[in-house]
């Protein structure tokens, strides 16, 4: 039912879905279609308050505002398909994107503003590094139903180029009354190393320009069994990036560095498995990782339904799933008291 539910979520392809429910039906419609360029720009180019609602002003100020008041989306949507991530059913698997002179407008629009300190916080969408390029095929007749754009690797129908973000990075940081431009979202660096002409210079530009200390990268783990189930990359890639992000940095005499998300308990993973991941941060990455969040079910994800029924959806083969409240807290811990032990300080090098 799952995957009934997940094939009819593409807007070019679904169909609505009904389910009987006693004497009555379910009825699932299809999704919107996917913003066109000029119904997003039209969308971002409406006359918002930026501030919130004077009934919840009464009660305090929001502070998830403090981080989004100053940041701009540029794109909707994300190839990734990560098993425990719902962003493909909530956002869709295509990547629509404003243009720059819409994203510009409201740079210089939020510059104008009174409280506007010169720092755009963020420039992004779910994953930063998708703004700009999609697949051909996936636009005219919708997403694959027997492959993914990115796993177990990229395909090569996927034209993967950051120049269009790395070129609009560069006209954002030059508008006047702006001092800094940063990527706080999310970026996936095996679309980075995988860009062979745009993935360097827009890797050298984000370590000159646009990184605020921290880059956040989202590994989530490092055991390659583990990362299958996930619908993650393999291992080695990260190392590889790593070493490229540190080499940059100091060339640029800059003391910045990656911040890694990790998830504990997630379907396929043990105790066992979290040890050898403290080992690998600790070894290879030298590294204290603040954000390991156990592993949470949510609705529409392959993990919830990994974690539910206990099998692989693909396969059909068991898979260890924890499910005890102490031990899965005995496996986040397995990761952050291992690596406080032995942990330098992050930072160059
Ligand atoms: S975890 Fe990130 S890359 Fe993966 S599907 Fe979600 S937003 Fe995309
Ligand atoms: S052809 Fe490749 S990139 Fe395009 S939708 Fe299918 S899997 Fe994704």
New binding site residues.
């Given amino acids: 039912m799952f995957i009934d539910f997940y094939n009819n979520t593409d807007p070019l392809t679904a169909r609505g879905l009904y389910q009987r429910q006693d004497t009555r039906h379910l009825v699932q419609n299809p999704p919107a279609p996917v913003l066109t360029q000029s119904a997003f720009d039209a969308l971002y180019d409406l006359d918002f308050e930026h501030d919130q609602h004077p009934f919840y002003a009464r009660q305090g100020s929001v502070r998830a505002l403090d981080t989004i008041r100053f940041s701009i989306t540029t794109h909707r949507g994300c190839?990734g398909e990560c098993n425990f991530c719902a962003i493909a059913v909530h956002q869709g698997?295509t990547v629509s994107w404003r243009s720059a002179p819409s994203i510009l407008k409201e740079a210089r629009d939020l510059s104008a503003r009174p409280d506007f300190k010169g720092i755009i916080h963020d420039v992004g969408g779910p994953t930063a590094n998708m703004y700009g390029y999609e697949?051909?095929?996936?636009l005219k007749k919708g997403?694959?139903q027997d492959?993914?754009?990115l796993f177990p690797e990229i395909?090569?129908?996927?034209p993967v180029d950051h120049n269009p973000q790395t070129r609009l990075l560069k006209k954002l940081a030059a508008l006047p009354g702006i001092k800094k431009v940063f990527v706080a979202s999310g970026i996936r660096y095996d679309l980075i190393l995988a860009d062979k002409a745009g993935g360097a210079p827009y890797l050298q530009q984000l370590v000159d320009r646009h990184v605020s200390g921290q880059l956040k990268i989202a590994p989530e783990h490092m055991e390659d069994h583990v990362l299958a189930l996930m619908g993650k990359p393999a291992n080695a890639q990260l190392v590889e990036f790593k070493q490229r992000f540190d080499h940059l940095s100091a060339r640029a005499d800059k003391r910045q560095f990656l911040t890694y998300y990790f998830i504990a308990a997630h379907p396929g993973c043990n105790l066992a498995d979290m040890r050898k991941l403290g080992g690998f941060v600790r070894r290879r990455l030298k590294i204290n990782p603040e954000q390991v969040q156990i592993f949470t079910p949510t609705p529409s994800t392959f993990a919830t339904l990994m974690y539910y029924t206990g099998r692989d959806p693909f396969t059909g083969q068991k898979v260890y799933v924890e499910k005890a409240t102490r031990s899965k807290i005995a496996q986040k811990e397995a990761l952050l008291k291992k690596t406080r032990m032995g942990s330098k300080k992050p930072g160059r090098g």
Avoid at 135 to 138: F, N, R
Avoid at 155 to 158: A, D, E, I, S, T
């Fill in positions: 190839h698997q697949c051909k095929k996936k997403c694959c492959k993914r754009c395909c090569p129908q996927m």
